[in-house]
């Protein structure tokens, strides 16, 4: 919470508006609950410096080339920053010692009295807190690499135009087109606290429960089971069915990846039903590399009823 809390104050939330870029914030802590903070510290202080910079071009009284293409080196900064953190890699490490922790606890029976110390664990809710933030970061990588493709498409668009507009005509239509850009991604910028259905990408049609929304024929490359609960969401089945189904489904759904999270977001499927299916397949790992492990495990030496 104290790292959490640190990364809002340093994004300046709920103080004046500044186009001041903030420091990356570096190092980060051996605990898994520290590392999801502070991953989620680095992705808000880079989307915020890639905003800023935006703003700050947008402000300029006359905006030239040269100034896009100072815009997108600044942009391609941003991304750097965000591959050297190396977030997937990490979480993907973090996810491993998760299981490795609570199936070791989940094997043993533990002292009546020491139970506290692991009640109510769940690989499950570790297991979507981690992709969440995989995804989160993966949608910052998707908005920066359209961000910076549609400023490199108006470049080569705005650059034979410079010998033909005046300096005040081509700024004018260089800031309608930044501007474009910049609502645009503040579209795609997630409020604090949002959760994976809140979540969009720049360029994506607005969202709308699965009930609401079909999987476009090729559109996305999904598991087979997932396409099975799109399907389900697109005939108006009760998001309570599908929850039961998933729970009592004995094969995986094969939901791994951040790529494939934003896949079935855009499909259609909301928070809850993402995370019922993430949890359904840790709770698979976790009893194939563990017999013995209750189904449900709350870690606290005795198997809840199924």
């Known amino acids: 919470m104290k790292l959490l809390f640190l990364c809002l104050v340093l994004l300046g ?29 680095v992705v808000l202080t880079l ?8 703003r700050r ?15 997108r080196n600044a942009l391609c900064g941003v991304r750097s920053s965000l591959l050297r953190a190396d977030i997937a890699l990490r979480l993907g490490d973090a996810e491993a010692r998760v299981q490795k922790a609570l199936a070791t606890a989940a094997s043993r029976s533990p002292d009546p009295e020491d139970s506290v110390l692991v009640e109510g664990l769940d690989l499950g809710d570790f297991h979507s807190r981690i992709e969440a933030q995989k995804a989160r970061a993966g949608f910052l990588q ?15 668009v705005a650059a034979p135009l410079q010998d033909i507009l005046s300096q005040a005509d ?8 930044l501007n474009r850009l910049l609502a645009e991604w503040e579209k795609s910028t997630p409020k604090p606290g949002t959760g ?52 009592s489904l004995d094969e995986p ?43 449900r495990t709350t870690v606290s030496g005795s198997a809840q009823p199924r």
């Open 47 to 54: 989307r915020s410096n890639a905003t800023a910079e935006l």
């Open 196 to 247: 994976l259905a809140g979540l969009t990408t720049m360029g994506a049609p607005d969202a709308s429960p699965a009930a609401n929304r079909g999987l476009e024929p090729g559109a996305i490359s999904a598991p087979p089971n997932v396409a099975k609960i799109v399907r389900m969401g697109q005939a108006g089945v009760d998001e309570q069915v599908i929850l039961g189904f998933i729970t």
């Open 142 to 156: 998707h908005d920066l690499d359209r961000l910076m493709g549609g400023l490199n498409r108006s470049l080569e």
């Open 57 to 71: 071009s947008a402000a300029r009284p006359v905006l030239t080339t040269n100034d896009l293409v100072e815009l």
């Open 170 to 177: 081509l700024s004018r239509r260089l800031a309608a087109r």
């Open 13 to 41: 939330i709920g103080l004046a508006p500044s186009f001041a870029a903030q420091p990356v914030p570096d190092g980060g802590t051996n605990t898994v609950a520290g590392l999801l903070a502070h991953t989620e510290c």
């Open 253 to 295: 759904f094969g939901l791994a990846t951040a790529d494939q999270i934003l896949q079935a977001h855009q499909a259609g499927l909301n928070d809850r039903l993402i995370i019922a299916i993430l949890r359904h397949d840790s709770l698979l790992q976790a009893r194939a590399a563990h017999p013995m492990a209750p189904r």
